[in-house]
């Protein structure tokens, strides 16, 4: 029996020969069918009430690939009394474009009936082609179910955005990825009943897939397709067959999209969090999935600054160092720099003293505070200047005198007790006794 159509005469086929993936075939046809999107799908919630009820308004889906965008989009087609069309943000011009929404248009005028309008990959529309859309979803010719993996706040127009409901879809937890193949292995459309795949191996594929239901369906399907039948026909999988099926784990992360941003955001809080085991493990995935080290490097010389600064000034030096490094021997040997400088950091004291002092000066001159120059610390001879004369601190016992510097008692830097920073604060401690002040 052919354990894709079946039918006991038809030989086996070969993948993609003829048939159906097993993921288009296992495309969920009703809301129940759905799995892992609870949170908007789940009963009473808005999105659920509206596509039941059929009141759906225009909505913007946005999340990772494999999660069931464009499976929610047409469950809604084959539940809705609305006229569907669809077309992808990398095939429509303007010009298909207008002619889908004019028909739209003229279908309303003439039949009454609103047109759903699905665009795939509504991201890769410039905005030229998203203003096209404005004005029929304001007047209601189309009811439009983009779909993103981009953020919409970052990739969409506005004005658009503002037009529509944005629902954000979650990868699927492993527990929902177990449940999308188990159904594939009993389901007729799926591999009917013909293929068995032991529990830890279904669990390796829900691990490795990371919430992409899709590629978890193709790896059964080429492991199901590759593994000879035993002698009562059924193919049985270990997690063998299933790991040979996956080969080299695909990471998650795309160069332009959340996860970038999240993952280097990770990296960087790890590092100002001092864990230099999660900030390396960070950095590996970073480096695995092909981000640009200079990218790292440079993010790393922020960060000295910004969150260790003066508790180890080394850390910059070594930072800079290493982005040196990176652009002069290039990779994979830059890995290692860039491993050595993550860690360093992460593990030197904190402080970002000098990071707050100049945010606060900053806020004071934006809210107007503006201070004048003190005249003995003007350049060159001035009418006005009189005889007040400028103090040449090297001068000074401890190459220190006691002068005024700005015009304003407020304090900006407040150096903390680590690291190197505590020497520093103890000298300015001893300055301001010469002064007569308190800090």
Excluded at 40 to 57: F, T, V
Aim: proline share 5%; net charge negative.
């Amino acid at each position: 029996m052919d354990l894709f159509n079946g039918q006991s005469e038809a030989p086996k086929p070969k993948a993609g020969a003829g048939t159906a993936p097993l993921a288009a075939r296992m495309r969920p046809q009703t809301l129940d069918e759905i799995h892992g999107q609870d949170h908007i799908l789940g009963a009473d919630k808005l999105l659920r009430r509206a596509i039941e009820a059929d009141r759906i308004n225009s909505i913007i889906l946005y999340g990772p690939p494999g999660c069931g965008k464009t499976t929610l989009a047409e469950v809604i087609a084959m539940t809705t009394n609305r006229r569907f069309e669809r077309t992808s943000g990398v095939l429509a011009n303007v010009a298909i474009l207008r002619k889908l929404l004019e028909g739209a248009s003229h279908w309303k005028k003439m039949n009454g009936q609103e047109t759903i309008l699905f665009i795939d990959e509504i991201h890769r529309f410039n905005k030229a082609q998203q203003d096209v859309l404005l004005p029929y979803v304001e007047n209601g010719d189309i009811i439009l179910i983009g779909a993103t993996t981009h953020n919409p706040f970052f990739f969409i127009n506005t004005p658009l955005n503002s037009r529509s409901q944005i629902f954000q879809l979650q990868s699927l937890d492993e527990a929902s990825v177990i449940q999308v193949l188990k159904r594939a292995l009993d389901a007729p459309t799926g591999l009917n009943g013909l293929v068995a795949a032991s529990d830890d191996g279904l669990a390796h594929l829900a691990a490795v897939c990371e919430g992409d239901a899709r590629r978890a369906l193709n790896a059964l399907e080429i492991a199901a397709l590759t593994t000879p039948p035993e002698d009562d026909g059924m193919v049985r999988l270990t997690r063998h067959e299933i790991e040979e099926s996956v080969q080299k784990k695909a990471v998650l992360y795309d160069h332009d999209e959340d996860e970038h941003y999240d993952t280097i955001s990770a990296f960087i809080k790890s590092v100002r969090g001092s864990d230099p085991n999660a900030a390396v493990y960070w950095l590996a995935k970073m480096l695995y999935a092909g981000e640009d080290p200079r990218f790292i490097a440079r993010r790393l010389v922020i960060l000295a600054s910004e969150d260790i600064g003066n508790a180890d000034p080394r850390g910059l030096t070594l930072a800079v160092s290493a982005m040196q490094a990176v652009e002069f021997i290039g990779m994979p040997e830059g890995r290692i720099t860039l491993s050595q400088a993550t860690t360093y950091l992460a593990c030197a004291p904190k402080s970002n003293a000098a990071y707050l002092a100049l945010n606060a000066a900053l806020d004071d001159i934006k809210e107007g505070r503006t201070l004048p120059v003190p005249k003995h610390l003007q350049s060159g001879p001035k009418p006005d200047k009189g005889s007040v004369s400028y103090k040449y601190a090297h001068n000074g016992e401890d190459h220190f005198v006691d002068q005024e510097y700005a015009p304003t008692d407020k304090i900006y830097y407040e150096p903390t007790e680590q690291g190197y920073e505590e020497t520093i604060r103890k000298r300015i401690e001893y300055w301001n006794s010469l002064r007569g002040k308190k800090h």
